[in-house]
């Protein structure tokens, strides 16, 4: 009787964990496709004397969690279970675009200015999100499916062993494959990527993949020492047998 309910209760906490580490993905997911291109970010540094330029888009900010949480489930239940959370995103991605579309397709209902005002924020936001939406979903896509078969490539070439190399390789291979796709994607359906008029538009977009590659490749090491700890408490939290 007391095995039965210790098996049940890690079994709860496996679906617990499991429930949060894909709310959090989920809605890091939903947040970086309505903030999108709305607003592009200086995070220029000085370093060592010499001035790093880094322009971001503001959706840029929550996608490094978006990897985290896709190993923490890969590693901790499997590449079955981290490819359904693709999927799942996938389709969230576009019930987002569904109900934006049809917010602007219907009759607005304006009672003063400043009812009409919002309701010219609401398009502009929804001109942007819909053609962050497309690109993001088939960037999206791409990176996630190959992040975690990836991972499990890794995870098999070493034997379970050096977490590390598994963590960061399929992260910094799926961000590059995201990080182009997207913006070249969403320069040619928004035409929202900021390019100097003196510039051509190919060295344009380069820089600016290189901008947010520079981003994403800094929270990949970052979160390496996260990953490690997580992993670590988690095995031991849900008395999984640790391999790595």
């Known amino acids: 009787m007391n095995k039965n309910k210790s098996i049940e209760e890690v079994e709860r906490k496996k679906f617990n964990v499991f429930l949060i580490l894909s709310g959090i993905f989920l809605s890091s997911m939903t947040m970086l496709n309505i903030l999108g291109t709305s607003r592009f970010l200086d995070l220029s540094f000085n370093f060592y004397g010499y001035e790093i330029p880094m322009i971001v888009a503001v959706g840029v900010l929550p996608y490094p969690i978006t990897f985290l949480c896709t190993d923490l489930i890969s590693e901790l239940y499997g590449p079955k279970?981290?490819?359904?959370?693709?999927?799942?995103?996938?389709?969230?991605?576009?019930?987002?675009?569904?109900?934006?579309?049809?917010?602007?397709?219907?009759?607005?209902?304006?009672?003063?200015?400043?009812?009409?005002?919002?309701?010219?924020?609401?398009?502009?936001?929804?001109?942007?999100?819909?053609?962050?939406?497309?690109?993001?979903?088939?960037?999206?896509?791409?990176?996630?499916?190959?992040d975690v078969i990836i991972f499990h490539f890794f995870k098999k070439l070493t034997k379970g062993k050096h977490l590390w190399l598994r963590n960061n390789m399929s992260t910094m291979v799926s961000q590059l494959i995201d990080t182009t796709s997207v913006i070249c994607i969403t320069h040619f359906l928004t035409g929202a990527i900021p390019i100097p008029e003196d510039e051509p538009v190919f060295i344009g977009l380069i820089m600016l993949i290189g901008y947010a590659y520079i981003f994403k490749f800094v929270f990949a090491i970052l979160d390496t020492p996260v990953f490690y700890i997580l992993t670590k408490y988690l095995k031991n939290y849900l008395r999984i047998k640790n391999d790595s």
Do not use: D, H
């Open 81 to 146: 279970k981290a490819k359904s959370i693709v999927w799942t995103g996938l389709i969230v991605n576009l019930w987002l675009g569904v109900i934006l579309w049809l917010g602007g397709i219907f009759p607005e209902f304006t009672t003063s200015e400043k009812s009409l005002v919002s309701n010219n924020s609401f398009m502009a936001i929804r001109e942007l999100a819909l053609g962050t939406i497309i690109a993001s979903m088939v960037a999206y896509f791409l990176a996630q499916y190959f």
